[in-house]
């Protein structure tokens, strides 16, 4: 755990930082397993123990979670506008990860965002190539919630026959952007949804059909 470390405010505050992960090997590891389960299991909720870890708001521990582990030197990231307007987040960011904060999303990794229901649109960040695939960006939305009513159905890689996912909050028409996102395949970006204890993936692989009304 990083400790004695601080961040500079705007107005010239000192902000302690925020620790990481308690036992980085350990809890990296296990954060690294519910992730690729979620991406192997489309639509499966998957539990994400967050330990001790109490990241600067507005990010959540659970997508604190998932960044210590994914986010490395090698990955650009782009932070939605309410997480780039925290100088602590972005400072427990760049210490305990080292990930370049990009401004442009075509240019990331990964996509951090912390107001799903202001996302910009999916295909707004890097899809891909042909050659290269995974080259695309991987986004995550914090705050969500797994209970909702309206859910859509899962075919494809990792699932029987079909399966089902319901998150919120999620910007309009979302669901047809990530109809035609994947149906790129196997261009596109894949998406992670990070709840309070709780995370599901959508991987480009994965088709989506709404649910009829």
């Not at 308690?22 to 998957?46: E, K, S, V, W, Y």
């Not at 960006?137 to 996912?165: C, M, N, R, Y």
Request: hydrophobic share 40%.
């Amino acid at each position: 755990m990083e400790t004695g470390t601080a961040t500079t405010n705007p107005d010239g505050r000192q902000t302690p930082l925020a620790a990481g992960f308690a036992d980085p090997a350990h809890d990296a590891q296990a954060c690294f397993r519910a992730i690729m389960n979620a991406m192997a299991r489309p639509g499966t909720l998957q539990r994400l123990n967050t330990g001790t870890l109490m990241p600067p708001a507005p990010l959540t521990p659970v997508a604190a979670a998932i960044a210590l582990t994914l986010f490395d030197y090698d990955t650009p990231i782009w932070l939605d506008r309410t997480l780039m307007s925290s100088e602590p987040v972005k400072a427990f960011l760049r210490f305990h990860t080292g990930a370049p904060i990009v401004s442009e999303p075509v240019e990331a990794a990964f996509a951090l965002v912390a107001d799903p229901k202001q996302l910009i649109p999916l295909a707004s960040f890097n899809q891909g190539s042909a050659e290269y695939p995974d080259e695309s960006t991987t986004v995550i939305l914090s705050g969500q919630s797994f209970d909702t009513s309206e859910k859509v159905i899962l075919t494809g890689p990792g699932i029987k026959e079909t399966a089902s996912l319901a998150v919120n909050p999620v910007p309009p028409a979302f669901w047809d952007q990530v109809i035609s996102n994947n149906r790129q395949f196997p261009r596109g970006i894949d998406l992670i949804f990070a709840g309070r204890t709780d995370i599901a993936a959508l991987p480009r692989s994965t088709s989506v059909k709404l649910t009829e009304v």
